[in-house]
Nanobody, 123 residues
Framework: QVPSVESGGGLVQAGGSLRLSCLASGRVVSSYTMGWFRQAPGKEREFVAGISKSGLSIEYEDSVKGRFAISRDNIRNTIDLQMNSLKPEDTAVYYC????????????????WGQGTQVTVSS
């Protein structure tokens, strides 16, 4: 499978915002649950947000609820992650992936991983 391509990461001050985009094939975006994960140095890759193929089901990790928003763009074939009120604890490499399992949240159930985009939040 062709991997997803993430973009939009960067350096931002605490309280700031970033918008990440995950570019994938139209087939993948329309047929799979899509998820954003993140991994900080020395830590396990963790689930951040997921969205069903229809866009009607959305799930967030508790620490990002009310701050992050995941969405689909069917024209651009992207899954976007709007991140507001960023905290230093959000610093990590963010990855996009697809899962054939409805609303999966475990990394082992996802495939077609991208290379990641670095998000760094300074104090």
């Amino acid at each position: 499978q062709v991997p997803s391509v993430e973009s939009g990461g960067g350096l931002v001050q605490a309280g700031g915002s970033l918008r990440l985009s995950c570019l994938a094939s139209g087939r993948v975006v329309s047929s799979y649950t899509m998820g954003w994960f993140r991994q900080a140095p020395g830590k396990e890759r963790e689930f951040v947000a997921g969205i069903s193929k229809s866009g009607l089901s959305i799930e967030y990790e508790d620490s990002v609820k009310g701050r992050f928003a995941i969405s689909r763009d069917n024209i651009r074939n992207t899954i976007d992650l709007q991140m507001n009120s960023l905290k230093p604890e959000d610093t990590a490499v963010y990855y996009c992936a697809a899962s054939p399992h409805f609303m999966a949240t475990k990394a082992s159930m996802f495939e077609t991983w991208g290379q990641g985009t670095q998000v760094t939040v300074s104090s």
